[in-house]
C-alpha cells in the first residue's frame, strides 16, 4: 500500500505557482520522498526527490517539513502543460536496500488542472 | 538515447488468445520493470528484472501473466490466455540502480502499451 495521503485534486491558474500538499507521517528514516506526475496518456515522469533538505531543481521545488511527516510539492509558474497527476511516493534508500523497498509504489496522486 | 521503447502501442484481441508484450529498456540500464495500470487500481508494479533475472514476480496477477527477458535489451511480457479483465495500460520502465536517494536511480517509463481484451 501507499505510505502517502495527497488531495484527490487541485486546480490552479495559469502563471501560479501550484502547491501539492503530501502526508506521510510513517516516514522512517532513510526513506526519500518522490514525486512523480503522469500526463495524460504517458508513462510516469520524475519530478524531483528529497530526504530532509529542500530541493530545487529545473521543474520543481520540494519543501519536506522538519519532522519529514509531510512535504509539499511547488511548480512555481504552472503552465497548462503542467496538467497531470502527480504522485507523491516514499521510497527506501541506500541504506535499508534490498528486497522492495527501493520499489515505487504509486497511490492515487493528485490530478492537477491547470487553467487559463 | 531513444528513451524505454515499448510495442505495441495498441492491442485489441479476444478473450481466449495470447498477447504478448514488448519492451527495450534503455541502454546500459540494469533493472527493468513492468507495471499495469487501471482506473479502479491504478499503477501497480508486477515483475521486475535485475541483470535479466526475474528478482520479484509478487505482482503478477496468476499464471496466465510471465514474463522473460531473454537478454539486456528486450523483454516480453505474456498473456495467456487473455481474459477482459486484463485490459489495462502496461508500463515498462528501466533504471540503473534500484534504492532511492540516487539521482542514478530514476525509473524512465516508456509510452504504455493500451491493452483491449473483448
Known amino acids: 500500500d501507499a505510505k502517502t495521503t495527497q488531495p484527490t485534486s487541485m486546480d490552479c491558474a495559469e502563471g501560479r505557482a501550484a502547491n501539492l500538499p503530501c502526508n506521510h507521517s510513517t516516514i522512517s528514516g532513510n526513506e526519500y520522498v518522490y514525486w512523480y506526475r503522469q500526463i495524460h496518456s504517458q508513462g510516469p515522469q520524475y519530478i524531483i526527490h528529497?530526504?530532509?533538505n529542500n530541493e530545487t531543481n529545473e521543474m520543481a521545488s520540494l519543501i519536506i517539513t522538519e519532522d519529514r511527516k509531510s512535504s509539499t510539492l511547488i511548480l512555481p509558474h504552472a503552465t497548462l502543460r503542467d496538467t497531470a497527476v502527480y504522485y507523491c511516493?516514499?521510497?527506501?534508500?541506500?541504506?535499508?536496500?534490498?528486497?522492495?523497498?527501493?520499489?515505487?509504489?504509486f497511490g492515487k496522486g493528485t490530478k492537477l488542472s491547470v487553467k487559463p | 538515447d531513444a528513451g524505454v521503447i515499448q510495442s505495441p502501442r495498441h492491442e485489441v484481441t479476444e478473450m481466449g488468445q495470447e498477447v504478448t508484450l514488448r519492451c527495450k529498456p534503455i541502454s546500459g540500464h540494469d533493472y527493468l520493470f513492468w507495471y499495469r495500470q487501471t482506473m479502479m487500481r491504478g499503477l501497480e508494479l508486477l515483475i521486475y528484472?535485475?541483470?535479466?533475472?526475474?528478482?520479484?514476480d509478487s505482482g503478477m496477477p496468476e499464471d496466465r501473466f510471465s514474463a522473460k527477458m531473454p537478454n539486456a535489451s528486450f523483454s516480453t511480457l505474456k498473456i495467456q490466455p487473455s481474459e477482459p479483465r486484463d485490459s489495462a495500460v502496461y508500463f515498462c520502465?528501466?533504471?540503473?540502480?534500484?534504492?532511492?536517494?540516487?539521482?542514478?536511480?530514476?525509473?524512465?517509463f516508456g509510452p504504455g502499451t493500451r491493452l483491449t481484451v473483448l
Open positions: 528529497g530526504l530532509k
Open positions: 520502465a528501466s533504471s540503473l540502480g534500484l534504492a532511492g536517494g540516487s539521482y542514478y536511480n530514476e525509473q524512465f
Open positions: 528484472f535485475n541483470n535479466n533475472v526475474p528478482i520479484d
Open positions: 511516493i516514499v521510497r527506501g534508500g541506500v541504506l535499508n536496500y534490498g528486497g522492495s523497498q527501493g520499489n515505487l509504489i
